[in-house]
């Protein structure tokens, strides 16, 4: 295992034979990385964490450490990163807290570009792509495929689904529709499907027309959701993402962003 010899690595840390640590890193007790995992240099973890493998941390990435929640009183929480995850520079991943279920969680084949912060209970799912600077409040879940731009902020507790896009410099305090392309740098606009990443990701163009409609259905048809809803089962062909997009709707407790 190669590690620099400036690193401070606690010896009830465990780091697989082929993980790397780079100069100035710190790493904890109760720190497990996995085989090919790179730590950059003045990367700080604190434990429990559990790292996958073959992830980068880039230069002052921070990971595990104690949530900014205020009600968080030193109580035993944990950080989980899973594989070939992509860590820029100054992002700041919270481990959990007991008002959340006590874990903050990373998917595999994510990129957080610099200055990203991931806060006390946030569960990122898998290949998302969060763009510099975007800030979760705690308790954020976001669900596979999506991206959101630059600059942008999510409030606790929302949602973000899967395949959604949420262009830069957006606010984001209601939950933001799967395959969706959501704006809001004033208000919060849904501009229909989000059809090049659809496209991009191997969806038939019969499926990408269907969501389109609905989506047109739920912020362009003057319907309240539960009118726009019904007018979808009735006129929208079925398939397995529009039955994911109603069951996102109907179990939403923020409200959507229409």
């Known amino acids: 295992m190669p590690v620099h010899p400036t690193a401070i690595v606690d010896t009830k840390s465990r780091i697989a034979d082929t993980a790397e640590i780079g100069p100035f890193c710190i790493v904890g007790p109760e720190v497990e990385i996995g085989p090919g995992t790179r730590l950059m240099a003045h990367v700080y973890i604190e434990g429990p964490t559990w790292i996958g493998q073959d992830n980068i941390f880039y230069p002052y990435s921070t990971v595990g450490v104690a949530s900014q929640d205020l009600k968080y009183r030193g109580e035993r929480a944990e950080t989980r990163i899973g ?41 990122i799912g898998n290949h998302c792509v969060l763009a510099n600077a975007v800030t979760f409040g705690g308790h954020v879940r976001v669900d596979d495929w999506a991206v959101i731009g630059a600059f942008s902020g999510v409030h606790q507790f929302c949602r973000v689904g899967r ?49 389109q409609t609905a989506m047109r259905l739920l912020t362009r048809s003057g319907l309240n959701t539960t009118q726009a809803m019904e007018r979808i089962s009735r006129e929208v062909p079925a398939g397995p993402e529009l039955d994911e997009l109603l069951a996102f709707i109907r179990s939403s407790e923020r409200g959507i962003v229409k």
């Open 83 to 123: 594989d070939r995850n992509k860590i820029r520079e100054f992002v700041t991943i919270h481990r959990g807290t007991e008002g959340g279920g006590l874990v903050t969680s990373i998917g595999v084949d994510n990129l957080l570009m610099a200055y990203v912060h991931v806060a006390h209970d946030v569960s």
């Open 163 to 211: 395949h959604a896009m949420i262009g830069g410099y957006s606010v984001i305090t209601q939950d933001v529709l799967p395959f969706s392309m959501t704006v809001a740098p004033r208000e919060n606009k849904v501009f229909g499907a989000n059809r090049t990443g659809l496209e991009r990701r191997g969806f038939s163009p019969e499926t990408i027309a269907h969501l």
